[in-house]
């Protein structure tokens, strides 16, 4: 059997991006959220691989027979789940060039080019936030960043690096104590809306995360005195606190820990304070957010999702550091790259936890460059719009009420009543499959969450999800006893 030619390449490879934006041009008509059970793929393909090849034809028509029953449409404008996975037009020409170029960029060596772009665009980036200069590479690579694949990544790594920095600070005034006795008593705190990566990251490190309570009153945000109290009632007890992550737009609710109160703290007490902002990351591009970033000199590490709202594709994640924090991030020697090779100013290669890595900048240089600035912001302001579109909705029906304030592109929003009441209607919603939402609890509420997600998505959407909700939430009503 013959491989494919580059000559059926092309031809198919046409087709294929034919295929691509037919359906992101129809994927409004697709039912968003797919009407199957779980296992229901299995009985659609063979139990073994092929032993000869199949067609191309054979295999394009088994995305719509296999593939597309069971895909929850993530970029239709009626899906409204969790929050935004980006997408556009120049980021996925950028992945087909970045998997035709396939470099593994673990070194500078191993693709300059791939090495570089990254640092660039992670400067490009840091500008666009108006960073501090400590979080710029620039040509010296005092700080910077490195693309990670999520923000769970990036939240280990940053805890696994102030671990590091801890023993290390440890040691050097008492290089007798044994090292487990030190980690056994270290302590790290995140807010109880931090997202559950968090929590695992503590796990994976085996250190204690510690919950950092927040209430409505205060707009689920941690408070700088409740995170001081909980550090000194844990080195009474004799435990080493050690690092905080604090959180920029929550994922239950879209809050923002005070990191103006927060930062000072921890410089202070010597915690390595890392931001977790991996839905509100995109937004700070816009001067009217910016004051939201506002506290970032005092933090150690920062990271947000590029594949979430500044359409990127999935995955695309930045993860920036300033300079002090670098040297417990770089070991003093690469054992995996045994051969003789120039070293760049960015040693980035270290700041993640696998070593190889794809050249994934390609896809914010396109981005960058084809929107533009402006570009990007327009579209980010757009969607805070319609959020606010949306909430004028809910706030004029006298039957919900708003959950939590609504700064970005999420609202929070609920029937006036009991949790019950709110769970039978969202299951209403889903099982409906024209819009899909996810739920949060919020101070013990059952709580909808509305996030604008898709790039298509137009006042029309929103209106026509309003109405369908209503509609629902009326027949949900007339069902209560009297």
């Known amino acids: 059997a ?3 030619s580059m000559f059926h390449f092309r031809r198919r490879g046409k087709e294929m991006v034919d295929l691509i934006a037919d359906y992101l041009e129809n994927i409004e008509q697709r039912t968003v959220y797919p009407d199957v059970e779980p ?3 299995r009985s659609l393909i063979p139990e073994e691989a092929p032993e000869d090849p199949d067609t191309y034809e054979d295999v ?3 995305i719509e027979r296999v593939i597309m029953p069971g895909v929850t449409h ?9 929050f935004p996975t980006a997408n556009s037009f120049p980021a996925m020409l950028a992945d087909m060039l970045s998997g035709a170029i396939g470099c593994i960029g673990f070194s500078w060596a191993a693709s300059p080019a791939c090495t570089e772009l990254e640092t660039v665009m992670m400067d490009w980036l840091g500008k666009m936030l108006k960073l501090p200069e400590d979080f710029i590479a ?13 923000a769970s990544e990036a939240t280990l790594v940053a805890l696994l690096a102030a671990r590091c920095r801890a023993v290390r600070m440890i040691l050097a005034s008492d290089p007798q104590r044994p090292e487990t006795g030190i980690t056994s008593k270290l302590v790290a705190y ?3 809306q931090a997202h559950c990566s968090v929590e695992r990251a503590g796990m994976i490190a085996g250190v204690r995360m510690k919950k950092i309570p927040t209430d409505q009153s205060d707009k689920y945000a941690v408070q700088g005195e409740t995170l001081r109290r909980m550090i000194q009632e844990d080195k009474a007890a004799g435990l080493i606190p050690f690092y905080f992550c604090a959180t920029l ?3 239950p609710s879209c809050a923002f820990d005070h990191i103006t109160e927060l930062g000072p703290i921890c410089n202070a007490e010597k915690i390595w304070m890392h931001i977790d902002a991996a839905y509100a990351g995109s937004s700070f591009i816009c001067p009217e957010f910016r004051p939201l970033l506002n506290g970032i000199e005092f933090a150690d590490s920062f990271n947000f999702n590029a594949h979430k709202w500044l359409l990127v594709n999935f995955d695309y994640e930045f993860t920036l550091f300033a300079p002090l924090t670098l040297t417990h991030l770089s070991p003093s020697a690469s054992p995996c790259l045994p051969l003789p090779h120039p070293v760049s100013p960015s040693t980035s290669q270290h700041w993640q936890i696998p070593l190889g890595r794809r050249f994934r900048s390609l896809k914010m240089w396109f981005v960058f460059r084809m929107y533009g600035l402006k570009g990007l912001q327009d579209y980010i302001r757009k969607h805070v719009e319609l959020a606010k579109e949306f909430e004028s909705l809910v706030r004029a029906d006298q039957r919900f009420e708003i959950s939590a304030d609504v700064v970005l592109g999420l609202v929070c929003f609920r029937l006036k009543g009991s949790n019950e009441v709110n769970e039978t209607l969202l299951k209403r919603i889903n099982n409906g499959r024209k819009i899909h939402l996810v739920p949060c609890l919020l101070s013990g509420q059952f709580v909808l969450r509305f996030a604008l997600c898709a790039r298509t998505t137009e006042s029309r959407h929103i209106r026509e999800a309003w109405r369908l909700i209503t509609q ?3 027949e949900v009503m007339q069902e209560l006893p009297h």
């Open 190 to 192: 995140s807010s109880d």
């Open 39 to 41: 296992g229901y793929l």
């Open 249 to 251: 737009g929550t994922t």
């Open 74 to 82: 993530w970029h239709s404008p009626y899906f409204y789940a969790y």
């Open 2 to 4: 013959k491989s494919p």
């Open 60 to 62: 394009v028509k088994d």
């Open 472 to 474: 629902l939430a009326e």
């Open 138 to 150: 620039g040509t010296h690579g005092q700080g910077g960043g490195v693309i990670q694949g999520t």
